[in-house]
């Protein structure tokens, strides 16, 4: 019987030949997608709970269900769990942290007030682990979010408290772009909206806008910082009116940019829309007018329900499209979703895994005779290829990539998994 080793190294070569004749050079493809990082989010790990002294937690439209056991008590448990769930991860990785995931918060201090020294751990870690960070404000589960309006606010109080906390968060990415040598990705996705008709639409989108002015007024090179603008339909609590809605972003981008005011990009979740919308049909409209974007791939079911990646039709639909577009070196990819019904570290895995998986499919792609048969006037063979693309033996070539990064092939992680949940995480 051939070994597990062997047959993966004669799939593997199979498949190059087969690439080979639509003119791919997979070898080549590897090398380039080995260089990209997939940024996979903390929040996952323990349900959007953070290390902050108030408490932290989910709040202002986000939903965690389920109540699976293991769930880590301490930032030491949580890097546990992170560093096993890496350890089934091939390739380039960047942690996304929230604000509410820094360590050693100071009685009294709240989040208007953090700053650098609350994340030098992070960075120590993410060093000694090779690892990239990214970062996001947390304006939700907080006694100042309790109205659903943060920055958006009318209240002076509780916007300019929004305001510095934001301001603060930048100056922690800038902190750790310097760390880090690498590009830190500012989050900012609020929450701000109204469960039922507002009647002044107009001044929650202008206080936003004069919120945002002052957050991102500080010059920062973008070798450090990107100043990613993530919009969203609706949330919980918020289904008639979101301040922060797409049509918002795009305006105060353009704006911001012609202003000079921080270095906005545009982040496109693939929940944050209408179910029958696909951005990947927005990545090119969005990269026409800007220099880079962020897509944060997830699964909505219904809704913006934040569900585990998988290698379903629309995460390879939006990665064929990234490359398609010829975006991928402008392209920062991450993770965003969270689910606390299975093994919190297995659904690292399976969506890191899903999201890396379906990228290098989209690079291996034969993709420029699908354009040469387009500027021929050939729709025909335009359809024929891209179907019978769909099932190039891209799963050989991951396989061979797994194995070269010595991660697990497969499923095959899933035994390992069980014992560390027996031996480790049910024991908490």
């Not at 906005?264 to 409209?285: F, Q, R, V």
Request: aromatic share 12%; charged share 25%.
């Amino acid at each position: 019987m051939m070994s597990q080793e062997k047959l993966i190294d004669r799939n593997f070569e199979n498949a190059k030949e087969i690439y080979a004749a639509y003119g791919v050079d997979v070898e080549k493809v590897m090398g380039k997608f080995d260089s990209i990082p997939l940024s996979i989010p903390c929040w996952q790990g323990d349900d959007i709970g953070g290390f902050e002294r108030q408490g932290g937690g989910a709040s202002g439209g986000i939903l965690v269900t389920g109540n699976y056991p293991g769930k880590p008590r301490t930032i030491a448990e949580f890097r546990q769990d992170l560093e096993k769930a890496m350890s089934y991860i091939p390739g380039a990785l960047k942690l996304n942290l929230h604000s509410t995931y820094g360590e050693k918060y100071e009685p009294g201090v709240d989040r208007d007030e953090y700053a650098p020294r609350h994340f030098e751990g992070w960075v120590k870690w993410a060093k000694a682990h090779k690892v990239g960070l990214d970062f996001n404000c947390t304006t939700f589960g907080h006694p100042m979010a309790s109205g659903d309006l943060t920055i958006s606010s009318p209240d002076d109080k509780v916007r300019k408290f929004w305001v510095r906390h934001m301001i603060a968060a930048r100056k922690i990415a800038k902190y750790m772009g310097e760390q880090m040598g690498q590009v830190c990705v500012y989050n900012t996705w609020v929450q701000d909206g109204f469960k039922d008709m507002p009647a002044d639409r107009m001044l929650y989108r202008r206080l936003m806008k004069e919120s945002f002015d002052e957050i991102f007024a500080e010059k920062i090179s973008t070798d450090l910082v990107y100043d990613a603008l993530e919009p969203k339909l609706f949330a919980i609590g918020v289904e008639s009116y979101t301040v922060g809605s797409l049509d918002f972003y795009l305006g105060y981008h353009g704006y911001a940019r012609a202003a000079g005011i921080g270095n906005t990009i545009m982040n496109l979740d693939m929940g944050h829309y209408h179910p029958t919308e696909s951005i990947a049909d927005k990545i090119s409209s969005v990269m026409l007018f800007s220099d880079k974007f962020m897509a944060h791939f997830t699964r909505g079911v219904r809704w913006d329900s934040d569900h585990v990646v998988i290698n379903d039709d629309q995460t390879n639909d939006t990665m064929r499209e990234i490359v398609r577009a010829g975006v991928l070196d402008d392209a920062f990819i991450g993770t965003d979703y969270f689910d606390a019904t299975i093994n919190r570290v297995a659904a690292w895995t399976i969506g890191s895994r899903a999201t890396k998986r379906a990228l290098l499919a989209a690079m291996l792609e034969p993709t420029e005779l699908l354009r040469q048969a387009e500027r021929g006037g050939d729709k025909t063979g335009r359809l024929a290829l891209m179907d019978e693309f769909r099932s190039l033996p891209s799963n050989a070539v991951w396989e061979k990539y797994c194995g070269d990064k010595g991660v697990p092939v497969g499923s095959s992680w899933l035994t390992d998994l069980r014992d560390y949940e027996k031996n480790v995480m049910f024991k908490r």
